[in-house]
C-alpha cells in the first residue's frame, strides 16, 4: 500500500446493529456536490499431498525450538469441490476434515509464496504466529479474563473434531497449502496437523462476463469518474481501476491516488457488482498504521453513517436493454434493523475509500474525498477491451492481515464502542 496523507477525515459515533455494523459521520460532512463478493480468500481443488518431501512442514514430528510439529498420519483435510451459488455470497468451496483425539482444531489456506515470504518457509514460525492471531481475537472478545477461551471461541472458525464439514468462500485459480491445525482448550497450538497441497484453474471468460471489461465514464451527469475494468478471475471478479483516481468530471475535481477495488459478475443476472472490502493496512506519515476499507453510506437526517461490514453489496451494475455500452449503477438494497428489532429497507447514497486509525485511544473513520457522486449513475463505454491477462492479487502485509478466513468469518464484528463527537481532523 503506498503512503499517503489524509485528505479528509472526520470523527465519528459508532453503534452496532443487528443488521450491519453502522458508524455515523457528523454533520459537518460535505454533501459531495450534488449529486465479499468476492474476496481475498483462497480455496483448492485438487489431490491430497500430506506433507512428506519437499511439502512445507512435512516430515513428522521433529523438535524445532519451542513447538514441536507433528505431522498426524491419521488426520486428513480434503477438498470436496465447489457449490455453485450457495447463498447471497455466491459460490463455497466445501473442505472436509477429520482429526481424532483433537479438542479442538482449524484450517486456514495460504499460497506458497506466502509462506516462504512471511515466513521463510517455516511451518512452526507459521503456526506460532497463527497461535497469537487466536489470542489477540479471544482477548477482543473477553477471553482470558472472566471466561476460558473455549467458552468464547468468538470468531466462530474454531471447531471441535464432532464438526467434520467448513464452507470457505470461492477461491482464486492457483496454488494453495491448506493446512489442519491441531489447538487445546487453552487456545493454544499443540504441533499436531494435517496438510494437502491443491490447483485450482482458472475459467475460460464467458461473453457474458467479458460485456464488462473496458473503459467506463460513470457519473451523475456533474461528478463522475473514467474506471477501467479488466479481469480479476474470470466469470468472478473484475478489478477496477478509477474510482477516486484521477481528476474527477466535476470542475476542480480532487485529484487521488488510491488502490484499485474489485467488483463481483453475477453469472445469473449477467450484472456487476461493487461490494464492501477491506484493502489492507498502511504507514501514513502524518497519522500511523491505518487500515484501509472500500465501504458504501447513506445519509439520514443530515447525518452520514457508512456501513462497515465487508461483503456486503453495495451498488449493482446492469446493462440497458438491448445495449452492451450503456448501464445504471444504482445502490443495492440495505436492510437497517434499529434497537427494538424493527427493519428498514433504505438505498446507500454512494461509495468511497475509507480508513480508520483503530490503534489510538480515539478511533476515528476517515474518508479520502468528499466529491463523490450519488446513486443512481450512468456507466457508459468509452472503450472496449478483450481479455487482459489476469490481474494480480492485491499485495498486503500478510503477517498484519489475516485474509484467508473462512466463511463464517467473513463479515466484520463491528464495535460496541461509542466515540465521542468531533470535527474536521
Known amino acids: 500500500m503506498k503512503t499517503r496523507s489524509i485528505l479528509a477525515a472526520l470523527m465519528v459515533a459508532a453503534l452496532l446493529v443487528p443488521a450491519c455494523t453502522k458508524h455515523r459521520i457528523p454533520a459537518t460532512w460535505g454533501d459531495g456536490g450534488s449529486q465479499n463478493h468476492g474476496g481475498n480468500n483462497p480455496g483448492g481443488n485438487g489431490g491430497q499431498n500430506p506433507g512428506g518431501g519437499d511439502t512445507p512442514g512435512g516430515g513428522g514430528g521433529g523438535q524445532q525450538g519451542g513447538l514441536t510439529l507433528n505431522l498426524r498420519a491419521d488426520w486428513s483435510i480434503e477438498y470436496a469441490g465447489r457449490i455453485e451459488d450457495y447463498d447471497e455470497f455466491g459460490d463455497v468451496e466445501n473442505v ?9 482444531y482449524e484450517v486456514r489456506i495460504l499460497t506458497p509464496s506466502e509462506l516462504i515470504d512471511n515466513y521463510k518457509n517455516d511451518l512452526k514460525s507459521y503456526l506460532e504466529d497463527e497461535e497469537g492471531y487466536i ?3 479471544a482477548e477482543a472478545a473477553g477471553g482470558f479474563l472472566n ?35 491441531g489447538l487445546n482448550h ?38 463522475g469518474y473514467r474506471i477501467t475494468v479488466s479481469q480479476s478471475e474470470s ?25 484499485y477495488i ?18 489492507g493496512g498502511y504507514e501514513d506519515e502524518q497519522w500511523g498504521w491505518l487500515d484501509e476499507y472500500f465501504l458504501g453510506y447513506y445519509v439520514e437526517t443530515n447525518d452520514v453513517w457508512v456501513i462497515t461490514d465487508t461483503g456486503k453489496d453495495i451498488a449493482i451494475a446492469s446493462m440497458e436493454e438491448g445495449s452492451t455500452s450503456v448501464a445504471k449503477l444504482e445502490s443495492a438494497p440495505l436492510v437497517i434493523t434499529n434497537a427494538i428489532g424493527g427493519q428498514t429497507t433504505i438505498s446507500y447514497y454512494s461509495m468511497s475509500y475509507w480508513n480508520i486509525d483503530s490503534q489510538n485511544a480515539e478511533p476515528q473513520w476517515c474518508q479520502y474525498n468528499q466529491n463523490i457522486p450519488a446513486f ?22 500478510g503477517m498484519t492481515i489475516h485474509k ?4 463464517d468469518r467473513r463479515v466484520s464484528a463491528g464495535s460496541t464502542a461509542v466515540y465521542s463527537k468531533g470535527g474536521m481532523r
Open 235 to 259: 466469470n468472478w471478479l473484475y478489478r477496477v481501476d478509477g474510482w477516486e483516481t484521477g481528476s474527477s468530471i466535476a470542475s476542480g475535481g480532487t485529484v487521488m491516488d488510491q488502490e
Open 135 to 137: 489470542a489477540q481475537d
Open 404 to 407: 484467508n478466513q473462512p466463511r
Open 376 to 397: 443512481p449513475l450512468t456507466m457508459t463505454k468509452t472503450k472496449s477491451s478483450g481479455l487482459v491477462q489476469m490481474a494480480p492479487e492485491r499485495e498486503v502485509n
Open 96 to 104: 472436509y476434515v477429520s482429526c481424532p483425539g483433537a479438542e479442538y
Open 262 to 279: 474489485e467488483a463481483r459478475f453475477d453469472r445469473k443476472s449477467g450484472n456487476m457488482a461493487f461490494f464492501s472490502q477491506f484493502l
Open 147 to 181: 471466561l476460558v477461551w473455549s467458552d468464547v471461541n468468538p470468531s466462530g472458525y474454531v471447531h471441535t473434531p464432532s464438526t467434520t464439514n467448513i464452507l470457505f468462500d470461492r477461491s482464486r485459480s492457483g496454488e494453495f497449502i491448506y493446512i489442519l491445525i
Open 186 to 223: 487453552e487456545g493454544k497450538v499443540t504441533g499436531d496437523y494435517a496438510q494437502t497441497t491443491v490447483v485450482i484453474q482458472q475459467e475460460v471468460a464467458t461473453a457474458e462476463y467479458k460485456k464488462w471489461l473496458g473503459e467506463w465514464l460513470v457519473s451523475n451527469g456533474e461528478v
